[in-house]
Nanobody, 124 residues
Framework: QVQLVESGGGLVQSGGSLRLSCAAS????????MGWFRQAPGKEREFVAAFSWSGDSTAYADSVKGRFTISRDNARDTVYLQMNSLKPEDTAVYYC?????????????????WGQGTQVTVSS
């Protein structure tokens, strides 16, 4: 069982930045592929960013490429999502997810563990 806890969300103006963190409870965190998803009101959950267990492979949604960066610190069992040049359409609840895998996973249904989410609101 892996517990994930997101933090770092908040209210920011358009063009601003936020860094989300996802702390994992599992000591073998380095064996897990990790991903970030988001869900806006009235919309389905959508993929944002992900990387493989080793961190060598990454994937980003087209809507966030060049603005968001996913990273991980295995020593701290933490995954980060640096979000720059934020836009009002980035407003959503952001979730991190994990599963044991060597590959990059961009499909939400493939993830086994989920955090509770953190709200990001971007004002225009």
């Amino acid at each position: 069982q892996v517990q994930l806890v997101e933090s770092g969300g908040g209210l920011v103006q358009s063009g601003g930045s936020l860094r989300l963190s996802c702390a994992a409870s599992k000591r073998t965190f380095s064996n897990y592929a990790m991903g970030w998803f988001r869900q806006a009101p009235g919309k389905e959950r959508e993929f944002v960013a992900a990387f493989s267990w080793s961190g060598d492979s990454t994937a980003y949604a087209d809507s966030v490429k060049g603005r968001f960066t996913i990273s991980r610190d295995n020593a701290r069992d933490t995954v980060y999502l640096q979000m720059n040049s934020l836009k009002p359409e980035d407003t959503a609840v952001y979730y991190c997810a994990a599963r044991i895998s060597r590959g990059v996973i961009i499909t939400s249904a493939a993830y086994r563990y989920w955090g509770q989410g953190t709200q990001v609101t971007v004002s225009s």
